[in-house]
């Protein structure tokens, strides 16, 4: 399984994203990385590590795609970017999945461009994992990829992440919630309120209703439902919640799982290809977890099953 | 200064409630609790308490508002209810404040049908006060008054935070910020990108533009403003996490800020009288909490100031 990477990605790169497909290699002997991006960069990389020039595959990208560039001006305009010469690998299946942690719009505009979205997905979306207090994970989204969100795209991210949860994480016949601020019907703003009768009847999933900012991390839902804005507060909130209690020395098992090096990245969900965006500050340890991701959902099947949901 | 609280509200009325009030007494010589409630209820916890019939004032209401009833429904039928006789006193001025923890719905549309939004206040709001890493507390606003939002009314959502902030808990210039996903201006979801441009003209507030769900402890802004529906998915959020540590045994002082005890309650800003919305698991600290976050709100002077704002 050729899984490929943007070397030129994250705050660390390239050196962390070398070093995390050469740890990936030796860790899961089933995939082949192969590293885009700027070759003499990678090379001195390799060089600096003591590994030989054909221990991994290089495809020569001279652009990169700073973080804090406008994602869609960049993917179109920086053609030989990592992340467009990476996208146009996968879209030709010459890697079976993409991993990356750049700039995460370019990430996100890249794969619709390029490998675009599953005929009859709205709009693919970015999902996180909640860590449930009794053990296992839940699945959050939208968490930042669309920030306003019509009824109808609630009700397809209830099915992707239903999907999502069920064949790479193995939950079977995941509850599916709202994110609300009430449990009745008719609780909520007008956008989940107007959602609610639609997963209601949506027999691909199975609905619980709503839950409330306190269910996140308890067994009501497996699946929770939100647009982009708020899924995005909640993610970076929780996130920089376990980063001030590991400053103040705060930790034990629960916390350490909020830690996203140990999950590594979320799956664009609802495009024709396996791709996993990873954080900004991610380094080895986060880029193996990536690759692992990213051969779960290989592996899955999980883009066949979307398709024949849609 | 005569403060009224509705002895009926809360899970373990009416007990809690006179033990906070009596509590209240004694630590603030300066206040008057007047308890509104079933008068043999009421006499029966003073009986338990082994205190005399005069030792607090009690106005009856025959009626209770419970936890679950549609607010307005229950605000438009019960007229002799505890929290509506309450605000009855309070619109004549036979109290200078009113505190309750029971149905938060009920005690934010009795304010608002009794006292009345104070003219040229669109909706008035509530807010939760934010930890700060550094000390002090900041204010996040609405969390759960307008699930829905229009950007003006968020405009005046700064405003009010901002004088909340500063007459109340002395922060001088307070910093406002709208909760966005990303700090440039042309992020956040449509609601936050209509609003910007409105708090960045706005010359009664200090505006630093966007802040995101990892600034919430952070110092670059005092103030926080969301729609009600994001706001209050954030607060049950950051209760929840710190009961789901509690409840492991972690703590540490910075933690312990999060606890509502200690605070008490939440203000409703913008209507014309002082109102305290508490938890409704509200025992005798938090109540005594509450009183005195109602005797703050009244020597500060806060709701003079809101009018001259508006």
Redesign the interface.
Known sequence: MRIGIDAMGGDFAPLEAVKGAIAAKQQMPDIVPVLFGQKEKILACFKELSISENELEIVPATEVIEMSEHATKAIAHKKNSSINVAYRYLADEQIQAFIGAGNTGAMLVGSIFSVKAIDGVLRPTIVSLLPK?SGGFGVLLDV?AN??CKPEVLNQFAILGSLYAQHVYGIQDPKVAL???GEEKEK???L?QAAYPLLEINDRIHFVGNV??????NDKADVIVC????G??????????YY??SK?G?T?D??ERFNFKQYGGTAILGVNEPVIIGHGISKEETFVSMFKLAKDVVKSRLIEKIKQSF
């Open positions: 207090m930042g920030a306003d994110l609300s601020i909520g703003n007008l989940i409330e900012g306190r269910d996140l991390f647009d982009g804005y708020t995005n507060i909640v993610l970076k909130l929780c996130e920089q919640f001030n209690l103040m705060v034990n629960y916390l």
